[in-house]
């Protein structure tokens, strides 16, 4: 057999390969439906729906005990310090390989709208790539992160700790819209 073609067919050792598989795909699927149904509920109350928005939100944090099961599942939920470590690794991701190359795509296709959702992610994930890695420090040390409120633009992302900006830097929404946590 050519080698190009020598592990095409499954290997029997690899048997739990295909439900691993369905289980990530399982994770990205009930993670979205819990996005998409948590924007929905925003449309249905600015349309004057409130139980319907209390039904998508119910039915998002439904789905969203599905996702974390499946990352359970999956070896995925670790303790603080690793979780720290793992989050600051997909955010370095994000930034070094995956919204670059998804960027070069969306300008090669000219999908402005693409190219701004993406570069909001970007410029955010850089803002988390940070506090991860100052707060990871923090955490093996066993120090706490700080008490100061860590404020959040909803249009962009940005992500701060402390005060919010007079305006956001990234796509001018004025600080006091900042969500605080
Ligand atoms: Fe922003």
């Known amino acids: 057999m050519a080698e190009a073609f020598k592990n095409t067919p ?6 739990g390969a295909m439900t691993a598989q369905n289980i990530a795909a ?34 998002a944090y ?8 499946h990352l359970s599942v999956l070896g ?13 690794g997909g955010e370095t991701f994000e ?15 000219e999908n402005e709208s693409a190219q701004t959702s993406i570069r909001y992610a970007l ?3 850089v803002d988390h790539q ?6 990871l420090k923090g955490v ?20 701060v700790i402390g005060d919010a900006p007079d305006e956001c830097p990234q796509c001018g929404t004025a600080g006091s819209f900042f969500k605080e946590f």
């Not at 499954?10 to 048997?15: C, G, I, V, Y």
């Open 10 to 15: 499954p290997a029997p050792e690899d048997k």
């Open 26 to 59: 399982a994770l990205a699927g009930e993670s979205q439906a819990s996005q998409k149904y948590l924007a929905f509920a925003d449309v249905a109350d600015a349309d004057g729906y409130p139980n319907v928005a209390r039904l998508f939100r119910a039915v």
């Open 62 to 69: 439904a789905e969203s005990t599905h996702a974390r099961n």
């Open 76 to 88: 995925g939920i670790g303790t603080t310090t690793e979780n720290l470590k793992a989050a600051w």
């Open 95 to 109: 930034i070094t390989e995956m919204y670059p190359a998804y960027d070069a795509v969306a300008k090669l296709q």
């Open 123 to 125: 410029k955010a994930e």
């Open 130 to 135: 940070g506090i991860y890695d100052s707060t």
């Open 140 to 159: 093996e040390g066993e120090k706490d992160l700080g008490g100061e409120a860590v404020r959040v633009c909803p249009i962009c992302g940005h992500t």
